[in-house]
């Protein structure tokens, strides 16, 4: 079966700093990757997804993510946070053509120090 | 508002007792899911429509678990005979059904069974 491992499920860091989350994900198939964002008190958000073509996908507020299929990862990373990045942040995966049930990693606090 | 909406935001209700959630999805979205999750992980699949097929349901929906989504607009979910192990968030997701499967999610539903 499908499973999503995100490495670290809390992470604090300074503002200014880099970041990078872990996912690894386990499917031999093609995947459409996903990286979703709770910030406190509201809903989750996608912040970006890979289904093909660049392994380096950019997302909203400046994060972006990088597709390693040998490594089968799929890393989010922003070089440098800011106070507001304060929130819990989900990677996902579906299989390319079931186009319907996101798996879950169990999600990354992230804190950051102002 | 045109984005996902649940109702009502939090249920408390004591063991035994029924209960019944909402999802209104984006008008234009014909695909509706629903997820559960608890604290600490990520959300976990439950089931999800096709308009107003259900298409698939997990193993994690046991018989006390119904869901309905009778004009393929909002959706229901049903949980007979609560338990406390239903205490959790349930969320509520839809997407398109052609294209890039991004799904939209509502603010949830936070369950929690005494």
């Known amino acids: ?77 922003k070089p440098s946070v800011q106070w507001s990045d304060t929130a819990e942040y989900f990677c996902a995966v579906t299989e390319r053509d079931s186009n319907y049930q996101l798996i879950w990693g169990a999600g990354t606090k992230l804190i950051i120090k102002p | 508002d045109t984005g996902v909406s649940q109702d009502p935001r939090h249920k408390i209700t004591k063991r035994g007792q029924n ?33 107003e097929a259900q298409l698939e349901k997990s193993r994690l929906l046991s018989d006390r678990f119904s869901a309905e989504r009778p004009k393929g ?7 007979q005979r609560t338990e406390q192990g239903d205490s959790a968030m349930y969320l509520c997701a839809s997407s398109r059904s052609s294209g ?10 936070r369950l929690t069974v005494l």
Request: proline content about 4%; charged content about 15%.
């Open chain 2, 19 to 51: 209960v019944t959630f909402r999802c209104d999805p984006i008008s234009e979205h014909n695909r509706l899911y629903w997820y559960r999750q608890t604290l600490g992980q990520g959300p976990e699949f439950l089931t999800y429509f096709q308009n």
């Open chain 2, 73 to 79: 607009s909002f959706s229901t979910l049903e949980i």
């Open chain 2, 100 to 109: 890039y499967n991004e799904q939209f999610f509502g603010p949830g539903t």
């Open chain 1, 1 to 77: 079966a499908q499973s999503v491992s995100q490495h670290n499920h809390h992470v604090i860091l300074s503002e200014a700093a880099s970041l990078e989350l872990g996912c690894n994900y386990s499917y031999g198939g093609t995947v459409n990757l996903f990286w979703y964002v709770q910030y406190p008190g509201q809903h989750l958000q996608l912040l970006l997804k890979y289904f093909s073509g660049d392994p380096l996908v950019k997302g909203i507020k400046g994060f972006e993510a990088e597709f390693i299929k040998s490594k089968f990862s799929f890393n989010l990373r």
